[in-house]
């Protein structure tokens, strides 16, 4: 839907490896941060009000990811709610955080950004 809720209310967390070209990662390094050992997140999104550094968006508006085909594996399973026919809370949660409704069914027939 491209709304970039997702991308401005959770912590992007990665394993190590998806920044380890010599291991196949893709992510760039440098737009990520330790977390733990064996753990990475994307810089800015573990603040307290989080927004991932490869975002740019006007939140509800229009989003695009700077990094899209190299973003983190999270990134790629967390699905806008009803894309595949299935609700996610995780993103009604997030669009909550910036006032919008959570998405129905009906909103992926007619409508090609959010």
């Given at each position: 839907?491209?709304?970039?809720?997702?991308?401005?209310?959770?912590?992007?967390?990665l394993?190590?490896?998806?920044?380890?070209?010599?291991?196949?990662?893709?992510?760039?390094?440098?737009?990520?941060?330790?977390?733990?050992l064996?753990?990475?997140?994307m810089?800015?999104?573990?603040?307290?009000?989080?927004?991932?550094?490869?975002?740019?968006?006007?939140?509800?508006?229009?989003?695009?990811?700077?990094?899209?085909?190299?973003?983190?594996?999270?990134?790629?399973?967390?699905?806008?709610?009803?894309?595949?026919?299935?609700?996610?809370?995780?993103?009604?949660?997030?669009?909550?955080?910036?006032?919008?409704?959570?998405?129905?069914?009906?909103?992926?027939?007619?409508?090609?950004?959010?």
């Amino acid at each position: 839907m491209r709304c970039g809720a997702c991308c401005a209310a959770f912590r992007v967390s990665l394993h190590w490896s998806e920044a380890a070209p010599e291991l196949g990662g893709h992510v760039p390094i440098e737009l990520t941060e330790p977390v733990r050992l064996h753990e990475l997140a994307m810089r800015g999104t573990s603040q307290p009000a989080p927004r991932c550094i490869a975002l740019e968006a006007r939140i509800g508006r229009h989003a695009h990811c700077r990094i899209y085909p190299q973003r983190p594996q999270v990134c790629r399973d967390v699905m806008p709610a009803w894309e595949n026919g299935h609700d996610n809370p995780q993103c009604n949660r997030a669009r909550a955080r910036y006032g919008l409704p959570p998405l129905q069914p009906q909103d992926w027939l007619t409508t090609t950004s959010t």
